[in-house]
C-alpha cells in the first residue's frame, strides 16, 4: 500500500513539475514575442524618422544668405538715392511669392515697409532741390558701415537668421533678417527687425537676440 502510495504521490509530483514547466515557456514565448513586437515597431518608427527627416542647412546656404543680406543693404548706401521705386525693387526681389501677393496689397502695409519704422530705418532726408527742379525732401541711403556679427541656423523651420551691425542715422545699432528657404524660391525673407510694425513680419520663427 505504501508503495502504490508512493508511486501516486510520484505522478503528482511530476505532473506538477510538468505544469509549472509548461507556464514557464508559455510566458518566456510570450516576453520574447513582446520584445520582438516593441522591437521591431522601434526600428519601424526610426526608419519613418529618417525618411522624413528635415533637410539640413549647409555651409553653401549660409553663404547664400550671406550675400543676400549684403546685397539687400547696399540699397541703403550713404548718399544712394532713395525712393519709393527703390523699396519696390528691394521688395519684389528678397521677399516671398506669398508675402507680395497676399501681405503687401492689404491697406497701409506698403507705407508702413516704405516708412520711418521700415526702410526708413536705413534712410535719411534733408531739403534741397529735387531732379525736377523744385525744392522739397530728398531721401537718400545712411548707412556709412556694416558688419555681418552672426548668424543661426533653425533646420525645423528651413530658416536662418544673420545679425548685422550697422552706422546709419544711429551709430551702432544691431538688426537681424530671418530668412526661409521658401521651395521653388529660395531664400526669402520672412521677419525682420525693421518690420514696420506689421504684423507679419514680426513673427520669426525663434527669439532674437537684442545684442549678439
Sequence with gaps: MFKQLNNKSRGII???LSLIIITVAVIAFSIGTNYSSKQADSQKHNALQEDSSTPKISNKDLEKVNGLTASLFSN?????KANDALYEKVTNKYFSKDF???VLPKPGIRDSLYGVYGYGR??????????SGEYGLIETGAIRTLEIEGMQKDNVHQAITVYV?????DDNELHWIEWRNVPAEGWKIHAVSFDGNIEELAQPYTPKKSEY
Aim: aromatic fraction near 12%; hydrophobic fraction near 35%.
Design 100 to 102: 507680395l501677393e497676399n
Design 14 to 16: 511530476l505532473g506538477f
Design 76 to 80: 541703403f548706401k550713404d548718399s544712394e
Design 122 to 131: 536705413f534712410v535719411s532726408g534733408k531739403t534741397g532741390l529735387k531732379e
Design 165 to 169: 551691425r550697422i552706422d546709419g542715422i
